[in-house]
């Protein structure tokens, strides 16, 4: 229930963000190598007119790297055999479940924190009358409302965010769908609605399954009394609850598609447009941080820096790194 917290975990990024060195493709990811290479000269011989001439030792590096950019063959071979490679390699199934353990670890040390007290209720055991426990958890579930009892902040904003963070989980694992940017295609749609589908399991697992915050926090137990909407307990008013609830099984699949969608589209229509028009790292680092916080936090889980993309593996970057 208390998974908003996730904001103040992913904000903290950006400034991390300001500090980045990325590497950028000049050129938008589906053109050729060859027209990078031609727009990239273009521009190299504007700069050279309006620049003094450099010093020998400069100018032999200039000329090196002038080199490497034209020898990058011209018709493709090597972005498609790097695309067939990914159209036939499967899902990362156990990265997958590595980082979205890792990621309800983070949640649980968090919750716990906070409601230690509920944790050891029972002689100061954790989990102890666990199958007594969860099914009068599962009971008081199946009896519930709609609200659980948190504010609507948690339910409304912070779910939908776990939603979009495991989302992102599963399609930086799936080599079909880490490349697909917003569009309006069926491969698009499948791709996001395979995650939701991930998503939707993992809040069903936070939510009510054998790790959650009914077996760990006791929510909906009888040794955890329902409590006041205020927060005050043991209730004495006529709306009373217990931590359980419909909200989160519905909020966090539907609210993080949409966030996941709303992220996918400002990084195709904001995020990209920067990219097109400077090289400059920070600012385009900072500018992918500040508009896909959430994508960054999945790109921690998965070893990768937060301002990463998937495009920025392409061959042309691989060249412009050697």
Not at 59 to 78: D, I, K, N, R, V
Not at 110 to 133: A, K, L, S
């Amino acid at each position: 229930m208390r998974c908003f917290f996730i904001v103040a975990t992913v904000l903290p990024l950006l400034p991390i963000c300001v500090n980045a060195q990325s590497p950028l493709s000049p050129c938008d990811s589906g053109n050729t190598l060859k027209d990078c290479s031609v727009a990239d000269s273009d521009e190299s011989s504007s700069a050279a007119s309006e620049s003094p001439t450099p010093a020998p030792a400069e100018a032999l590096e200039l000329s090196t790297l002038h080199t490497q950019s034209f020898s990058a063959p011209a018709s493709g071979t090597a972005s498609a055999a790097t695309f067939s490679k990914h159209e036939t390699e499967g899902f990362h199934w156990g990265r997958a479940l590595a980082e979205s353990f890792t990621f309800l670890a983070i949640e649980q040390a968090y919750v716990v924190h906070t409601d230690y007290r509920w944790v050891v209720v029972e002689n100061g055991i954790p989990f102890n009358h666990y199958w007594r426990d969860y099914m009068q958890s599962l009971s008081a579930w199946r009896h519930s409302g709609w609200s659980d009892g948190d504010p609507n902040l948690f339910g409304y904003v912070g779910h939908p965010i776990q939603g979009a963070l495991t989302s992102y989980i599963e399609i930086q694992n799936d080599p079909k769908s880490a490349r697909l940017e917003f569009s309006n295609t069926k491969a698009y749609w499948r791709s996001r609605l395979k995650a939701t589908i991930w998503n939707a399991v993992y809040s069903t697992q936070w939510n009510n399954g054998p790790i959650s915050e009914m077996t760990v926090e006791k929510y909906g137990a009888k040794t955890r009394p329902p409590w006041n909407q205020n927060g005050s307990w043991p209730c004495n008013t006529k709306h009373c609850y217990t931590g359980v609830g419909q909200i989160d099984l519905v909020m966090t699949p539907i609210g993080g598609f949409g966030w996941l969608v709303g992220e996918d589209w400002m990084d195709k229509n904001i995020v990209r447009r920067v990219e097109y028009r400077t090289r400059n790292p920070f600012v385009i680092d900072t500018v992918r941080c500040t508009f896909n916080p959430i994508r960054a936090g999945a790109n921690i889980l998965h070893g990768n820096r937060p301002w990463f993309r998937a495009r920025d593996a392409s061959d042309w970057n691989s060249l412009l790194q050697h």
